[in-house]
């Protein structure tokens, strides 16, 4: 029914950039909130960062001021500028939809399959 597809992962040096790119495929008439999220090895899954619909967007304490995430509703696509990585960023990043209108049916709490990104000292 939807698919989140993620990517712009890999590897890069502590202090460089990336880029990451989560879009959503359907049947889709509108899509409430979008996030990402991240977990490393042996830890939790946790918020990173998260934009409504509107445009407003929460960030993680330990992110704010190096991540910007942003969103194209006309693509379906959310996107995470990641600055000045650290490698205690290195984690896989999932992508989140929390609620999404479709034809005929909304569906809830949609999951990426997950991008590694790995930050080198």
């Known amino acids: 029914q939807v698919q989140l597809v993620e990517s712009g992962g890999g590897l890069v040096q502590a202090g460089g950039s990336l880029r990451l790119s989560c879009a959503a495929s359907?049947?889709?008439?509108?899509?409430?909130?979008m996030g990402w999220y991240r977990q490393a090895p042996g830890k939790q899954r946790d918020l990173v960062a998260r934009i409504t619909s509107g445009g407003n967007s929460n960030y993680a304490d330990s992110v704010k001021g190096r991540f910007t995430i942003s969103r194209d509703n006309a693509k379906n696509t959310v996107y995470l500028q990641m600055n000045s990585l650290k490698p205690e960023d290195t984690a896989v990043y999932y992508c989140?939809?929390?609620?999404?209108?479709?034809?005929?049916?909304?569906?809830?709490?949609?999951w990426g399959q997950g991008t590694q990104v790995t930050v080198s000292s």
């Open positions: 359907g049947s889709i008439f509108s899509i409430n909130a």
């Open positions: 989140n939809a929390d609620r999404v209108a479709l034809r005929g049916i909304v569906v809830y709490d949609i």
